[in-house]
Structures are given as C-alpha cells and as structure tokens.
C-alpha cells in the first residue's frame, strides 16, 4: 500500500507546533508498520540546507497546473533514517525568511493561498493517472488547512486515482481566503457553494477537505466529538455531523526516542523508573538556570506553551497570588499573545526567586522542564491533542489538565496525573492544590510517577489505526 504524507512542516527541520512534530515522527512507525510512505513537504530554507540541491536523488519537472501557480520541481531525497521525501521546490513561494506561514513581520504571506495551494495540487497530481513517476500513492494523507484542496482537486479532476484522508490537528485554523482566490487555485465554478469550497463568502481549504476527503480523522478520540458540537465546532459542526460516519479520532503519540529521559542529551541527570530519584537533581539544576532559590520543599510547576486564550495560561495569571501564596515555584517557556507575555514578565517580576518567565522557545530548555518540574500545568480551554502532557508523563511529571481533547483521552484523574472540568482559574486553583497535596505523600507521588512513566505513548499503536484506516479507504 502507497501512501502519500503531504504536509507543511516536519520536525526537525520546520516545525510551528504539534503538526511538525507528528510529521516527523509518524512516517517512521509508518513504515515500520509495512506502508510504503513518501512523504510531501515544501522546500523550506532549512530543508535546503540539510538536504542540499546537489544531494537531492532525482529532479522532477512539474508542468503547468493553470491558475496563477508559479513553476515548480519536485527534487526527491532520503532521511537519515529512510524516509523518502518529496521536496517541492519553488523559491518563489519557499525560500523566504520567517516561519512557513508568517513573515519577519508576523503577518500571513500574503500569497498563502497559492502558497499551500500549490502544494495541495502537487499531492493530488502525484494521486493522479497524471504522474509519470514510478511511485504512485493509493491514498493521499493531507494534515489541515495547508493540504486541504487536495481531497478537492482530487474529486474536482477528471484525472484522479488515489483516496484521500484530512487530518484535522486544529479546527480553528481553517485557510480562509477571498472569493477572487477561485480562478487563481484552477478550482473549477461549481466548486463554489455551500456544498464546496465555499464558507460564508470564503473560499475555506479546510472546509474543502472536510467537503471532498473520503476519510476524515482528528488527533484523539475526545476531539473528533467535540468538533461536532455547535460550541466547539468553530462553525463547522453540521458538517462534521453529516459526515460523521467517516470521521474519527486517532490519538497522537510521541516519539519515545527523542522524549526518554533515560537518553536525553538536554537534560544534566538522565533516570528512568528505577532511578526516579534523579528528578531531584534536574530540579535543582533547572532552579539555578532559570533563577529560581533552589528547594525541594516547594512543588516547581511548569509550563511549556503557546502563551494564548486557547491554552487557557490567563488562567494561571489570574491565580498568581494563591499560587504564590500555596506556596509553590512555577517556571513558564512560552510565547504568543503580547498582552500575556507582558503579564507573566510581570509576574516574574513581583515575585523574583518563586516565578520564572522565559519569553520565546527553546526547545533544550523544554526538556528540561519535564525532567525538573515536579508538576506540569496544561489548562487548556480546547485540545485536540496535546503532547506536552504525554512528554509530562513519560518524564514522572504529573500534569495537571483541563478534561478536553487529547488530555482527556491520556490523563486520568488521580492515576497519572490531575484533572478539571470547568475552564475558570477557581477549577485550576483547586486542581492545583489537589496535585501539591499529594506531592508531599512521596510514596503516593512516587507511585504515580511511575504509572505515568510506564504510559503507552509511543506511535506503534496509532499507527496500527492509521495503517488499518488505509487499508480500508484502498478496498
């Protein structure tokens, strides 16, 4: 079975978020797991660095997709670790500075559409009777708005061979661009409506996805319900009830390599089960390098996050005082809503020695907060997956969640971790003080940690679903 992985971002080379680490990680247990994987990725500045022009294997000519696309290669190259890629090669809208969707000034690229359309087409022609290559996929995995047309050109084309599947990492991110976009992308006139790529008088490549894959998945079981309610299914809920049938949820996983802290070259003192006790150490260690007194008799509390509404880290703000008061440290990395930076660079602030703010991201430092926090705090007001709470508990880091998405799906209150139903900073606060309770049984704790840390959160198993799934769509 043939599968084509198209993507925006792949860790570690691009990478904005959970996206990027499930495109890097996944494909590997996906071939492990007998699927003949390539997978489809722009042609970044970082890319062209590890895989230079002149390393690539083979250069393929694209020809004219209509539109307004510009012109395009395909140069295919290999991974360290086997994994084909499809470099799409078109400077033109790739090689620029500023993350794959953002400029150096933080706004959207302009010309996104053509952007994440061109890569939409070029999946949906590599699933076509067009593609003269060797390799042909059966189905074609698109992951969000960024590939979303490509299940519509897929079905749109008179050409198209392959199935497709969209997964849904985040609903709230949609693609929304003007009507004149149409013609641009080669999307044929009926294509808009209601019943296509239409969105209350936008042209929605998510809603595209969701309209024409034949498959649609979400990243936990708990998301692929929520998405379907009016209150969570940002405007998209009838439509993913009237396809519900074809809509599931797969769990993420995490790649237990990168994320063991038995092997993990960022964190000073490496432990596993049988030497817990080592967390001691890395939680002195991370109290010295972010500035905080340096005692084991205060739960540390960490946050590694997008400072935003979404993540529910208002919520923490708002409960400074009583956590200062617990009395508890707190170390946070993250950065995001300006308004909320300033708030927790304050907080750091007037409380110097107890509060720890690290504005921006470091991905060694992440490490580091697993391996010497003592709790881990995600209050999310919606997830589809999360990953920080599975690092959390790969790590003997007990985290505290709200009950949504994927930390519904992975955290179980009182066995491995401390979970809130209501998103407000009283829930949070009592939350909070349940989990520092039972720090201070040792035993108890101890006993915790290691059910956490003996959790299945590696990619075997989704992947067995996603490979079964597969199987399914190419019958």
């Not at 939350?431 to 915790?448: E, H, V």
Request: some cysteine.
């Amino acid at each position: 079975m043939k599968v084509l992985f198209a993507t925006p971002e792949i860790a570690p080379w691009v990478k904005t978020g959970g996206l990027g680490d499930v495109a890097g990680a996944l494909p590997p247990a996906l071939r492990q797991a007998g699927v003949d994987l390539r997978v489809l990725v722009p042609y970044y500045p970082a890319l062209r660095i590890a895989f230079p022009e002149d390393k690539a294997l083979e250069v393929v000519a694209l020809g004219d997709f209509g539109g307004t696309f510009a012109d395009a290669t395909l140069r295919i190259a290999r991974t360290s670790n086997g994994i084909p890629l499809m470099l799409l090669d078109c400077p033109e809208y790739y090689d620029r500075d500023g993350n794959p969707y953002l400029g150096p000034d933080g706004a959207d690229w302009p010309d996104n559409h053509l952007r994440f359309g061109l890569l939409s087409r070029v999946a949906a022609w590599l699933g076509s009777s067009a593609n003269h290559l060797p390799w042909r996929p059966d189905i074609v995995h698109c992951h969000d708005w960024q590939t979303g047309l490509a299940p519509a050109y897929l079905k749109l084309l008179p050409d198209a061979r392959a199935r497709s599947l969209i997964t849904v990492h985040n609903l709230a991110f949609q693609g929304l661009f003007g009507p004149h976009t149409l013609p641009e992308l080669a999307l044929p006139a009926h294509a808009w409506g209601v019943d296509g790529v239409e969105f209350y008088g936008h042209l929605s490549f998510l809603k595209a996805g969701l309209i024409y894959a034949d498959a649609i998945t979400t990243v936990s079981p708990t998301y692929a319900v929520e998405i379907q309610t009016d209150e969570e299914g940002m405007g998209m809920a009838g439509l993913l009830r009237h396809r519900a049938e074809e809509l599931s949820g797969i769990i993420n996983g995490i790649d237990t390599e990168v994320w063991n802290p038995a092997r993990d070259a960022h964190i000073p003192f490496a432990y596993d089960i049988d030497s817990i006790a080592a967390k001691k150490q890395n939680k002195a260690a991370l109290q010295r390098e972010v500035g905080l007194a340096v005692r084991d008799d205060l739960p540390l509390l960490g946050v590694v996050s997008r400072l935003t509404h979404q993540k529910g880290l208002d919520l923490i703000a708002a409960i400074e005082r009583q956590l200062a008061a617990l009395p508890a440290q707190l170390v946070v990395l993250g950065n995001g809503d300006k308004a909320l930076e300033a708030e927790f660079r304050l907080l750091a602030e007037r409380h110097p020695g107890q509060f720890a703010v690290r504005i921006g991201f470091n991905e060694s430092l992440a490490h580091r907060i697993e391996a010497g926090a003592d709790i881990f705090l995600m209050p999310s007001r919606f997830e589809p997956c999360g990953l920080n709470q599975m690092y959390s508990l790969r790590y003997g880091t007990p985290p505290v969640v709200r009950a949504t998405g994927g930390l519904a799906d992975t955290v179980v209150d009182g066995v491995n971790g401390f979970v809130f139903r209501e998103a407000s900073a009283e829930a949070l606060l009592a939350a909070i003080r349940r989990a520092a309770a039972s720090w201070r049984d040792r035993k108890a704790w101890q006993a915790m940690q290691i059910t956490g840390m003996r959790s299945d959160v590696g990619w075997a198993k989704p992947a067995a679903q996603y490979a079964a799934l597969y199987g399914k769509l190419a019958q």
